[in-house]
């Protein structure tokens, strides 16, 4: 809950970039929050989003030491706390060592929860999105589009060998991830179900795909069989 006294964001927006809260994109100063911290965070969610309104507003009162659960109900109304906003706040509080006040963690929680964790495209390809994709493939025939999502283990494998990955096509073969949460006309035309994915094209037709988590070899066999 916001404080009563107006608190200055600023000094609060370090401390939270300090404490590996907050990410800033060095090229694009685009601030997000770290994977890291989000990890955390969405957990809180997850545990809140359901939970019922006699137990959120019970949570409320005693994380904010309010009287009952009726004066939650109506600090929370008149304050617009949402459940987010909660989760925030206890992901705050068990992410510092010494957490910050009440106040100011009700005022970080607010920030937060206006922040995403950013793209999960790598830096080292183009991203393109459902709105520049068929561009992307006019412009350039023979193409690999990869799809991506935050918080996914076989992702970070993936990636995990994205040098090897890519030298493993021939050189003018170009590259470009997608954010799969945010691409749902490209998952329809392909039928991509899941993530991590990897559409392989030839000519800009779709010549080949790889489900999941695969090792290198496997781009290899595929790679040398769309592009031999």
């Known amino acids: 809950m916001a404080a009563e006294q107006p608190i200055d964001p ?6 939270l970039v300090e404490a590996g809260v907050l990410n800033i ?31 959120f507003h019970s949570t409320l009162a005693s994380v904010f030491g309010l009287e009952d659960e009726q004066t939650a109900a109506e600090r929370a109304e008149e304050l617009d706390v949402t459940r987010e906003e909660l989760a925030a706040f206890l992901a705050l509080r068990s992410h ?3 957490p910050p006040s009440t106040d100011r963690l ?4 607010s920030m937060v929860v206006n922040l995403g964790v950013g793209s999960p495209v790598p830096d080292e390809m183009e991203e393109v999105t459902d709105d520049t994709y068929q561009d ?18 076989p992702c970070d494998a993936v990636k995990r060998n994205l040098e090897a990955i890519m030298a493993a096509a021939p050189a003018e073969v170009t590259f470009a991830g997608i954010d799969g949460e945010e691409s749902i006309d490209l998952r329809k035309e392909f039928e991509v179900e899941a993530a991590p994915t990897t559409l ?20 290899e066999d595929v790679f040398e069989q769309v592009y031999a």
Do not use: K, N
């Open 96 to 98: 510092f060592e010494e």
């Open 136 to 153: 992307f493939l006019d412009d350039h025939g023979d193409a690999v589009i990869m799809v991506w999502r935050t918080h996914c283990d």
């Open 200 to 219: 392989v094209f030839r000519s800009g037709e779709l010549a080949d795909m790889i489900r999941g988590r695969a090792p290198v070899e496997r781009f």
């Open 25 to 55: 994109d060095s090229a694009t100063e685009e601030v997000t929050l770290t994977e890291d911290f989000d990890s955390t965070f969405q957990i809180y969610v997850v545990s809140y989003e359901t939970e019922s309104d006699e137990d």
């Open 106 to 109: 009700a005022v970080m929680a």
């Open 10 to 15: 600023e000094p609060l927006f370090d401390e």
